[in-house]
Structure formats: structure tokens, C-alpha cells
């Protein structure tokens, strides 16, 4: 804290025209303040008074970080507490103050350019128009060891500092959009919760109808998904693509009916869907490394 010897030069994308304690060009008289390409960390030399009730906005995106909570935080035209030790996140443009009075306060926040968050959500999520949900988070884990790094790098300036200022501000960001409630985030775990429960329908109608003859596009339309998307998304859930589950189901529903002496070695190949004898010895051996004749003696005897 406080190592920097460049003069403060102050972006007001990260913060607007106020109102402020004091006026922008004079913040870093009250604030110790962290800038790389894109990003700002921001520290308040001491307890700030909150006495204005107005709000204002900025084009980048802001995460208070309350050192204790702060009960009458207005987030548009709602009141919002801040507790105490966890995260919370101001989207760009949203209008944001004070709704009444508010002594001593002390609070560390992180300030992201728009465009330079959006680039990195665009890369990552697939979405660059990142809205977060206003409410206090836990703060995500390694946010503070990178907060810490961030600081400590532009405080000693040494050869290559900027470089690795901007791998950390990449790295703090990417968890934040990882980490913290968002449009983006809350979509893609629907997405991924719906494409699990599809995956499971087919997986279920596999075991039921493991001795039938049915097309890839029929388990697609089971699970509601794509054929284009369904064989990797059944490949991690399940860890086989669908044809390889199918001939496992097969091949187990096989060993269990030639553990019987009542079935004969034709009759569990076309109970088990086998469309011929040979097929089904030579899939049966080189799954199980035994015929299924050898395996017949071998569990019966």
C-alpha cells in the first residue's frame, strides 16, 4: 500500500463523475488506487462518511468488498446491505449511492472496464453482456491471494510488472465470471441441468430397451438434445458414446441370462438384440476375453 511512484492519472471509466467525498481528480488523496489496462483496485486510506444521498454511474463494472457491513446501499431504486467480507457487484451503467447516511466505512473495491470484461466473458462464457445479480456473494476462492499479488506487483514497479499486472487482472476477472451470480452463469447451469436430466432419459431407456433397435436420432429426441451436441454431452455424463453404452447394456444383460441353465447360447443372443450368433460371440470375447460359450462353463460350473 502506498509504494507507487507514478503520478495518479485518474480513469474516470472506473468512476464517473460522482458524487464522491471528494472530487475525482483528488481521490487518490483519500484512496490508495491500483490501475493496469482494464482494471482498478481501489483502497480508502481511512473510514470515509457516506452523507449524500444521491447516486451515479459508470461505464465499468464495480466489486465492494465491505470490510464491515454497510445497511443502506442503494442499488437503483433498492436498498441493498453489503455484509460484511463478501463481494458485491455493481453492473456497468447501473446507478448506484447511498440511501441515507453512512459513517466509517472502509471497503476495498475492484473496478473492470466494461469492454475488457466483456472480451474476456465473450471468450470464456460465450456471452460478452454480462449482467450480475446485485446481492452479497462469498468471496470466491484465490480472489484474495491475486487482490494481494495485484497490489504488491504495481507497488515494487520492477522490469515486466505491467505484463503481470495484466495476467492478474485476467485471472481476477475470469473468476469473478466464474464465481459470482450472473445472467450468463445461471443460464449455462439451467442449460447444463436440463442436458443432464435429457442424458438420463436416454440412459433409462437404454436399460430398458437394451435388446431394441433404435437410431441416434431417436435417443436425441428422447433426451431434447441435438444429435450434433447429444454424443458428447452423453460421453461425459456417462463416460461411453451411446453406441458403446448400448453393446455394454447388452454384453451385462448377456452374462446375466448365460449365469442360468435355462437359456442357451442362440436364445441370449437374440434376447439380447444380437442380430446373429457370430456377432455376438465375436463382441461378447472381446469385451468379456472369453466366448460365450467358455463363459457359460466357467460361471455354471
Do not use: W
Not at 433498492?78 to 463481494?87: A, P, V
Not at 480472489?143 to 499486472?165: A, D, R, T, W
Not at 446375466?256 to 443372443?269: N, P, W
Request: aromatic share 12%.
Amino acid at each position: 500500500m502506498g509504494r507507487n511512484r507514478e503520478k495518479k492519472v485518474i480513469n474516470k471509466n472506473h468512476f464517473g463523475e460522482g458524487p464522491y467525498p471528494a472530487p475525482v481528480e483528488e481521490m487518490h488523496h483519500i484512496m490508495d488506487i491500483y490501475e493496469s489496462r482494464g482494471m482498478c483496485m481501489i483502497s480508502p486510506k481511512k473510514a470515509i462518511d457516506f452523507l449524500e444521498k444521491e447516486q451515479h454511474a459508470h461505464t465499468s463494472y464495480e466489486f465492494i468488498i465491505p470490510h464491515h457491513t454497510m445497511h443502506f446501499a442503494g442499488v437503483e431504486s433498492s436498498i441493498h446491505i453489503f455484509e460484511k467480507d463478501k463481494i458485491f457487484p455493481i453492473n456497468s451503467e447501473q446507478f448506484h449511492g447511498p440511501k441515507a447516511t453512512m459513517n466509517n466505512c472502509y471497503f476495498d473495491v475492484i473496478s473492470i472496464e466494461k469492454d475488457y470484461l466483456s472480451n474476456i466473458a465473450a471468450s470464456i462464457l460465450g456471452n460478452k453482456n454480462v449482467v450480475f445479480t446485485n446481492k452479497s456473494t462469498a468471496i470466491p476462492q484465490y480472489l484474495p491471494v491475486i487482490y494481494k499479488e495485484f497490489i504488491n506487483e504495481y507497488g515494487y514497479q520492477q522490469s515486466g510488472y505491467q505484463v503481470i499486472l495484466d495476467c492478474l487482472a485476467a485471472q481476477l476477472a475470469v473468476i469473478l465470471l466464474r464465481n459470482l451470480p450472473s445472467n450468463i452463469v445461471l443460464a449455462r447451469k439451467e442449460k447444463n441441468m436440463r442436458h443432464s436430466y435429457g442424458i438420463k432419459r436416454a440412459v433409462d431407456f437404454i436399460r430398458e430397451n437394451y435388446y431394441a433397435d433404435y437410431s441416434l436420432e431417436m435417443l436425441a429426441k428422447i433426451a431434447d438434445i441435438s444429435p450434433y451436441h447429444f454424443i458428447r454431452l452423453f460421453k461425459k455424463h456417462t463416460g461411453k458414446t451411446p453406441y458403446d453404452y448400448i453393446i455394454h447394456m447388452k454384453i451385462e444383460k448377456a452374462k446375466e441370462l448365460l449365469r442360468r441353465k435355462d437359456f442357451t447360447i442362440t436364445q441370449v443372443c437374440f434376447q439380447c438384440g444380437f442380430n446373429n450368433h457370430s456377432h455376438f460371440t465375436t463382441l461378447f470375447k472381446k469385451r468379456i476375453g472369453v466366448t460365450p460359450s467358455q463363459y457359460k462353463a466357467l460361471v455354471i460350473n
